[in-house]
């Protein structure tokens, strides 16, 4: 699945991935953070690593969107994390949840249907 995802979506998606996981979880996450890192050249245009990330996302966020292809396995991790925040009830409010909302199609309980949780 495609979707397009600028500077503050890359970031926030970083953020929402899980460090601590099972196993194949975790080689998802790594896959998606793999796939959406910062290129040399991203990280030297909107100055990555000299500005507290706070200031690039203000000065950056919506630059430089790009196109990413997500497998099934990585936008399952995706709908898992989201139903995650969203039972925690620290779901953010940001451009990201929207377009993960909109082009994925989540919507709370949808995981729980798809891979059999309950």
């Known amino acids: 699945m495609k979707i ?3 500077i503050c979506d890359r ?3 970083m953020g929402m991935l899980p460090n601590q996981a099972d196993f194949a979880d975790l080689i998802v996450a790594t896959n998606i953070r793999e796939l ?4 040399s050249k991203e990280i030297d245009e ?3 690593a000299k500005l507290p990330m706070q200031q690039v ?3 950056n966020g919506e630059k430089n969107e790009k196109e990413f292809e997500l ?3 990585e936008v399952d991790l995706i709908f898992k994390m989201l139903e995650k925040i969203n039972s925690e009830k620290t ?3 940001n451009s990201l949840f929207l377009k993960l909302v ?3 199609g989540w919507e709370p309980g949808k995981i729980n249907k798809i891979i059999g949780m309950k």
């Not at 959406?36 to 290129?39: C, D």
């Open 4 to 6: 397009k995802l600028n």
């Open 11 to 13: 970031i926030n998606l």
């Open 36 to 39: 959406i890192q910062f290129s």
């Open 46 to 48: 909107f100055e990555i």
């Open 57 to 59: 996302i203000e000065k």
């Open 71 to 73: 497998s099934q396995a």
């Open 91 to 93: 779901m953010p409010v």
């Open 102 to 104: 909109n082009k994925l």
